[in-house]
């Protein structure tokens, strides 16, 4: 598939998530994480104008985000995830 393509669908995507989803996709993973911390993640992403997995300095500044106003467990998980994404692209 288009990278560009791919970039669109997890831009949209990441805008659309609910606090539910997001519980899905977590115990997918197996991520421990609340309905609370799962809005406020959401609340992070959807900040960002739009959203490059690519962009390093911009997935740093969202890990740090997370792990300031959400905890510091959950941004070393989903830093280890979205790492794996990455390589996978």
């Not at 992403?45 to 792990?67: F, Y």
């Amino acid at each position: 598939m288009n990278r560009m393509i791919v970039q669109q669908f997890i831009n949209q995507k990441l805008k659309a998530i609910t606090p539910d989803e997001l519980l899905v996709h977590a115990k997918k993973y197996n991520v421990s994480l609340t309905k609370n911390e799962a809005a406020k993640i959401i609340s992070i992403l959807k900040a960002e104008r739009s959203i490059n997995v690519n962009d390093d300095e911009q997935h740093r500044k969202i890990i740090k985000k997370i792990g300031k106003e959400v905890n510091i467990h959950l941004a070393k998980k989903a830093n280890q995830l979205l790492n794996e994404f990455k390589n996978k692209l």
